[in-house]
């Protein structure tokens, strides 16, 4: 079945520094990849997402490219900020009939200190 | 905001009891789901609506039934609440032709 692989957390970084966090999947097919982040004490918000193979899923200075040939979709950012602290989901979705379903990764935890 | 309420927000109950979670949506949306949050485990599917009366099976729904009278509506039930089924359960919506969720605020649920 599907699956989805995200680095293990937590991650620590200083304001300013660069991220990456790295995001396999198994599928078969095309699915679609996301990218959710969920601040403490909310629900998740779509952040990014890419539909098909070398689209680049890109928002708030988050990016994300659909890579088919690794099966990856790293979620990287240039120089982060203390309000990006906050957990972040790889996902995929792959159409059950007209039934599209999520498969999440096990989240990452960034935290950013000033 | 896809206008979506989960309540309650915050829940303690006892080991046995039956409890019942709603998620309230005011667009009119075909596709609901439930997940549950874990440490460790991301967010599993527990059931989802593809319609009124129309729901099916995610991947940990064991312990757990749906229901979904109106569109507005889907019902998520603890026949006999678990120490197991303590978690974080989020509420989604899909609109219908795109493959995005968007997902409530969560229900936290403490079960002693």
């Excluded at chain 1, 200083?14 to 403490?40: D, K, R």
């Excluded at chain 2, 998620?23 to 596709?31: G, L, M, S």
């Amino acid at each position: 079945g599907d699956s989805v692989t995200q680095m293990e957390g937590p991650v620590t970084l200083s304001e300013e520094a660069c991220l990456t966090i790295n995001c396999t999947y198994t599928a078969t097919g095309y699915p679609s990849l996301f990218w959710y982040v969920q601040y403490p004490g909310e629900g998740l918000q779509l952040l990014l997402k890419a539909t098909k193979a070398d689209d680049k899923g890109s928002n708030k200075g988050f990016e994300a490219t659909y890579r088919k040939e690794t099966t990856s979709f790293h979620l990287e950012k240039g120089s982060v900020q203390v309000s990006d602290s906050a957990v972040y989901f790889c996902a995929l979705s792959h159409s059950g009939g007209s039934n599209y379903k999520l498969t999440f990764g096990k989240g990452t935890l960034l935290t950013v200190n000033p | 905001d896809a206008g979506i309420t989960q309540s309650p927000r915050h829940k303690v109950t006892e080991t046995g009891t039956p409890v019942t979670l709603r998620c309230h949506q005011t667009e009119n949306h075909r596709y609901m789901y439930w997940y549950r949050q874990d440490p460790g485990h991301g967010l599993r599917l527990i059931h989802y609506s593809y319609g009124v009366k129309d729901t099916d099976k995610g991947e940990v729904s064991d312990g757990y039934s749906v229901s979904r009278s109106k569109t507005e509506d889907f019902l998520l039930t603890l026949e006999s609440a678990t120490s197991s089924q303590t978690s974080v359960y989020f509420c989604a919506i899909r609109i219908q032709g795109e493959e995005t969720q968007y997902f409530g605020p969560g229900t936290r649920l403490l079960v002693l």
